[in-house]
């Protein structure tokens, strides 16, 4: 009952707090258990909540224990089909309890359970995946030796890839990949139960690393993201492939690794191209995005008109729109920001509390709305407009911020003309080496 009830609000949730979600690979869902879902975990409750709409079976998930500490919250998470983990960096001394945690697992599975996994072990805002743990692996092997290896089960990777999950109205790429079956390492395991566990270990990583954007050198995630900027790929540009971004950025690490180890003069002598460009754009206060917007608009006067339009008759649904969302929208960041300062778990505060807020708080206006007008049309009205002014007022900001950076580029090109043309003319040059470069490398199987 709770379960089924989080799931449809959950749904709603991720489909306001993102602004575009994803979807690749439903196909390769297996119909039905046993199976493992494994996945990288870059926000804490966003990862489960994101993979568990989709997915049409009842999940159940692997959590650390400290979250069963209080009993209304055990109480809860065990209704949500939470199972605890017992991890040593928690208490060493509970680490035991882990065997009752694998026969949990064994008993779901062999019913035809599903169970998520994040193998990581933490969840850190990174574009990589760190070493995983071998649990997924042995609770998949171990399932088929409770029951003499009667029962298979698949292992379903997941890659979440977010342009920034702490962000309301940011992007989610999420892909599922081709099931990996376990009894495929049976011989093995009745061999050398740990030597299979690795290898399969190994495989799931390798399966997860093909669906995310990996970077593996932490030093180049900055390179990494100034590339992706001056390409200027996303996935408004890619509407038909929204994915191709995924291997764009992909690519792009591939090629700055390539280069690394290949050819260090090439590689060092674009990278301090690029770095003297983003610090130039830092001295004037621009952006790589102001540059490449103002460059390539090629009707600049009939953009600064519909904007104005926008901006000025719909300042009136702006207004009405932010005075009722004011609090519920500020609340939510005020508290997750005081609960946490981690990026990896803001974004999942953000939008579950923020779901809470919003619903409490248009109730409350409603309330009184009805109460006051003592009319049942001015209140159904009311209730229409309140989430489609809402939702106006971000489309608004954006516009509003779209159309004052937009403006910051036409004064620094009036005031600094020359500076601003030769940031352009040596933004151009850079795209024509790298794409030179990207032509030049080799194909990598």
């Given at each position: 009952?709770?379960?089924?009830?989080?799931?449809?609000?959950?749904?709603?949730?991720?489909?306001?707090?993102?602004?575009?979600?994803?979807?690749?690979?439903?196909?390769?869902?297996?119909?039905?258990?046993?199976?493992?879902?494994?996945?990288?975990?870059?926000?804490?409750?966003?990862d489960?909540?994101?993979?568990?709409?989709?997915?049409?079976?009842?999940?159940?998930?692997?959590?650390?224990?400290?979250?069963?500490?209080?009993?209304?919250?055990?109480?809860?998470?065990?209704?949500?089909?939470?199972?605890?983990?017992?991890?040593a960096?928690?208490?060493?001394?509970?680490?035991?309890?882990?065997?009752?945690?694998?026969?949990?697992?064994?008993?779901?599975?062999?019913?035809?359970?599903?169970?998520?996994?994040?193998?990581?072990?933490?969840?850190?805002?990174?574009?990589?995946?760190?070493?995983?743990?071998?649990?997924?692996?042995?609770?998949?092997?171990?399932?088929?030796?409770?029951?003499?290896?009667?029962?298979?089960?698949?292992?379903?990777?997941?890659?979440?890839?977010?342009?920034?999950?702490?962000?309301f109205?940011?992007?989610?790429?999420?892909?599922?990949?081709?099931?990996?079956e376990?009894?495929?390492?049976?011989?093995?395991?009745?061999?050398?139960?740990?030597?299979?566990?690795?290898?399969?270990?190994?495989?799931?990583?390798?399966?997860i690393?093909?669906?995310?954007?990996?970077?593996?050198?932490?030093e180049?995630?900055?390179?990494?993201?100034?590339?992706e900027?001056?390409?200027?790929?996303?996935?408004?540009?890619?509407?038909?492939?929204?994915?191709?971004?995924?291997?764009?950025?992909?690519?792009?690490?591939?090629?700055?690794?390539?280069?690394?180890?290949?050819?260090q003069?090439?590689?060092?002598?674009?990278?301090?191209?690029?770095?003297?460009?983003?610090?130039?754009?830092?001295?004037?206060?621009?952006?790589?995005?102001?540059?490449?917007?103002?460059?390539?608009?090629?009707?600049?006067?009939?953009?600064?008109?519909?904007?104005?339009?926008?901006?000025?008759?719909?300042?009136?649904?702006?207004?009405?729109?932010?005075?009722?969302?004011?609090?519920?929208?500020?609340?939510?960041?005020?508290?997750?920001?005081?609960?946490?300062?981690?990026?990896?778990?803001?974004?999942?505060?953000?939008?579950?509390?923020?779901?809470?807020?919003?619903?409490f708080?248009?109730?409350?206006?409603?309330?009184?709305?009805?109460?006051?007008?003592?009319?049942?049309?001015?209140?159904?009205?009311?209730?229409?407009?309140?989430?489609?002014?809402?939702?106006?007022?971000?489309?608004?900001?954006?516009?509003?911020?779209?159309?004052?950076?937009?403006?910051?580029?036409?004064?620094?090109?009036?005031?600094?003309?020359?500076?601003?043309?030769?940031?352009?003319?040596?933004?151009?040059?850079?795209?024509?080496?790298?794409?030179?470069?990207?032509?030049?490398?080799?194909?990598i199987?």
């Amino acid at each position: 009952m709770i379960y089924s009830f989080l799931r449809s609000l959950i749904r709603i949730a991720l489909k306001v707090y993102f602004r575009k979600f994803h979807i690749k690979g439903r196909e390769n869902i297996p119909q039905e258990g046993p199976f493992l879902i494994v996945a990288n975990h870059p926000s804490s409750f966003l990862d489960p909540m994101s993979i568990a709409v989709l997915v049409p079976q009842k999940i159940s998930f692997l959590a650390k224990a400290t979250m069963f500490n209080y009993k209304i919250i055990a109480w809860i998470l065990k209704g949500l089909n939470l199972v605890p983990i017992y991890r040593a960096a928690d208490n060493p001394g509970m680490v035991s309890k882990n065997q009752e945690m694998f026969k949990s697992c064994y008993q779901k599975l062999s019913n035809d359970g599903v169970i998520m996994i994040f193998p990581e072990g933490t969840s850190e805002n990174e574009r990589k995946l760190r070493k995983i743990k071998t649990g997924a692996a042995r609770i998949a092997l171990g399932t088929a030796k409770e029951t003499n290896f009667d029962v298979n089960v698949k292992i379903l990777p997941v890659g979440l890839n977010y342009t920034k999950s702490s962000t309301f109205r940011s992007e989610l790429f999420l892909e599922f990949g081709k099931p990996i079956e376990a009894k495929d390492y049976f011989d093995a395991f009745k061999n050398n139960e740990k030597e299979a566990a690795k290898k399969l270990t190994d495989e799931i990583e390798k399966s997860i690393i093909d669906l995310i954007i990996n970077i593996e050198e932490d030093e180049y995630e900055v390179l990494v993201k100034q590339v992706e900027s001056l390409l200027n790929y996303s996935s408004s540009n890619n509407a038909d492939n929204p994915f191709e971004t995924i291997e764009i950025s992909q690519n792009i690490y591939a090629a700055i690794e390539y280069y690394r180890k290949n050819d260090q003069k090439q590689f060092n002598h674009i990278k301090k191209k690029i770095d003297n460009y983003f610090r130039n754009l830092e001295a004037i206060n621009l952006s790589d995005k102001m540059i490449a917007d103002g460059v390539e608009r090629k009707n600049f006067w009939n953009y600064i008109f519909k904007s104005l339009i926008i901006l000025i008759f719909g300042f009136p649904f702006w207004l009405f729109g932010y005075i009722n969302s004011f609090i519920p929208y500020k609340i939510p960041r005020y508290l997750a920001l005081l609960i946490t300062k981690s990026e990896a778990f803001y974004g999942a505060l953000l939008m579950s509390i923020g779901t809470f807020s919003f619903m409490f708080f248009y109730s409350f206006i409603l309330y009184w709305v009805a109460k006051y007008s003592g009319s049942n049309i001015i209140t159904i009205s009311y209730a229409i407009a309140l989430p489609l002014c809402g939702l106006f007022t971000m489309f608004y900001a954006r516009v509003a911020r779209k159309f004052y950076y937009n403006w910051r580029f036409v004064a620094c090109f009036f005031s600094k003309q020359k500076l601003v043309i030769q940031l352009a003319s040596t933004r151009n040059g850079i795209i024509k080496e790298l794409n030179r470069l990207q032509d030049n490398m080799p194909k990598i199987e």
